[in-house]
Structure formats: C-alpha cells, structure tokens
C-alpha cells in the first residue's frame, strides 16, 4: 500500500495538526483554495511538478506504481484523482503499515515542536523499509541571501500571470504566516523525528526535496 499524504497519517495527526495551526493567528493551512490550487500554486512555485517527478521517479525504480491519497481536505480528495493517472483516490482507515508517505509544503506552517512531532509521527507509521518524503519550502542562510532569494521569488510570481500586488502579499507572508527553515535544520528535524537515513533529493532557489529511509 502506498500513501501520498499531505499532512500526516493518522486522523490523530490530522486533528493536532489543526489545532496547532488554528492556534497561530492569521494562520492558514495553506494560501489557496482546492479548487484553485493547482493553477495557483504552479504561479507560485518554481519547479512545483518536479516535486511529484522526483517522488515518482524514486518510486518507479523500486517498481512501486499504485498509490492511495490522503489528505485532511475532503475538497482534494476530489481533485488528487487528476494528479496523477496511477493514484487511487481512497479515504484511508488502517494506519501504522505504509510503505511510502508524503508531505509536501506542510511543514513550515508549524512550530519547530509540531514539526519534529509530524515528521515523528509520519515515520513511526511507516514500514520497515519504508520511505518519507518531504518537500519544503526552505530559508537563505543570511538576511542577505533572504533578500536576493525573495525578490527573485517575487519576480517568479509577476511572470507567470500574478499581478504584482498580489506576488507582494506572498512574500510578506514569509515569517508570519509559514516559516521556512534551512537545509541543515531540515536534517536536523528529520533527525529529531527519528528519521536516520535523511537524503537531499533536489533543491531550487526556494525549495527542497528530502528522502528519508527507515531501517
């Protein structure tokens, strides 16, 4: 059985996840709505279908094809069926037995506690030999990088089709509604949630891909 999840495994995670981001004011699971997500997110993520390529490409070679989606919104369930044409769209009861799971820009919306405990949690339902994926958004190493890094992010945005006031409320988000955090403090969490065999998978400007393998 394999798992594609956006949050995390269990409806458990689900609701501690939920709570943790309705506590933070002004917070949102994320900028956009189901519906529009897919056309949005491609506005406003560099590279974003290298994600799914990097996951799926892993998958192939371990000659995995079949997959079940999970998501806390039941809006996505609907809309995961278009993602890709080998996923399943089921809603999941049994937990603790998967063989792949994925979060995919979940993360830098919670505290660095909740994040160590989500990343804990998904790998503790994982199989032996199992594999976690988590793609992220992630932070420059110094406020001069930030400056570079969000600017060229902004431009990114105004050229594929945002108006500018609406590329400048995004990236005004940055440390007040998500958190970025860096590549080595994303080891570092992954680490802390028990994850040992941690890889970099792929990396932008603004975002990486980190494999995590449990033994």
Same mark, same amino acid.
């Given at each position: 059985?394999?798992?594609?999840?956006?949050?995390?495994?269990? $409806?458990?995670?689900?609701?501690?996840?939920?709570?943790?981001?309705?506590?933070?004011?002004?917070?949102?699971?994320?900028?956009?709505?189901? %519906?529009?997500?897919?056309?949005?997110?491609? +506005?406003?993520?560099?590279?974003?279908?290298?994600?799914?390529?990097?996951?799926?490409?892993?998958?192939?070679?371990? &000659?995995?094809?079949?997959? /079940?989606?999970?998501?806390?919104?039941?809006?996505?369930?609907?809309?995961? #069926?278009?993602?890709?044409?080998?996923?399943?769209?089921? %809603?999941?009861?049994? *937990?603790? $037995?998967?063989?792949?799971?994925?979060?995919?820009?979940?993360?830098?919306?919670?505290?660095?506690?909740?994040?160590?405990?989500? /990343?804990?949690?998904?790998?503790?339902?994982?199989?032996?030999? &199992?594999?976690?994926?988590?793609?992220?958004?992630?932070? @420059?190493?110094?406020? $001069?990088?930030?400056?570079?890094?969000?600017?060229?992010? +902004?431009? *990114? +945005?105004?050229?594929?089709?945002?108006?500018?006031? %609406?590329?400048?409320?995004?990236?005004?988000?940055? #440390?007040? %509604? *998500?958190? @970025?955090?860096?590549?080595?403090?994303?080891?570092?969490?992954?680490?802390?949630?028990? /994850?040992?065999?941690?890889?970099?998978?792929?990396?932008? *400007?603004?975002?990486? #891909?980190?494999?995590?393998?449990?033994?």
């Amino acid at each position: 059985m394999f798992c594609f999840v956006k949050f995390c495994e269990s $409806k458990k995670a689900y609701r501690e996840i939920s709570s943790t981001i309705r506590r933070r004011d002004k917070m949102k699971h994320t900028a956009f709505k189901a %519906e529009e997500y897919d056309k949005k997110i491609r +506005q406003t993520l560099p590279y974003y279908e290298d994600f799914y390529k990097q996951i799926l490409d892993i998958l192939s070679v371990m &000659g995995k094809n079949d997959a /079940v989606w999970l998501d806390i919104s039941k809006n996505r369930f609907q809309k995961a #069926g278009n993602r890709f044409e080998q996923t399943a769209v089921q %809603e999941i009861e049994e *937990y603790e $037995k998967y063989d792949v799971i994925t979060a995919v820009q979940v993360n830098h919306y919670l505290s660095e506690k909740d994040r160590e405990s989500a /990343v804990k949690n998904c790998y503790q339902a994982l199989k032996k030999g &199992g594999i976690f994926f988590s793609f992220e958004n992630i932070a @420059p190493n110094s406020e $001069k990088g930030k400056q570079i890094v969000l600017q060229r992010w +902004q431009n *990114y +945005q105004i050229a594929n089709g945002k108006d500018p006031a %609406e590329a400048d409320a995004h990236i005004r988000r940055y #440390g007040t %509604e *998500y958190f @970025p955090i860096t590549v080595n403090a994303h080891f570092e969490t992954m680490q802390k949630g028990g /994850v040992q065999n941690v890889e970099l998978i792929w990396m932008s *400007y603004m975002q990486a #891909g980190f494999m995590g393998i449990k033994e």
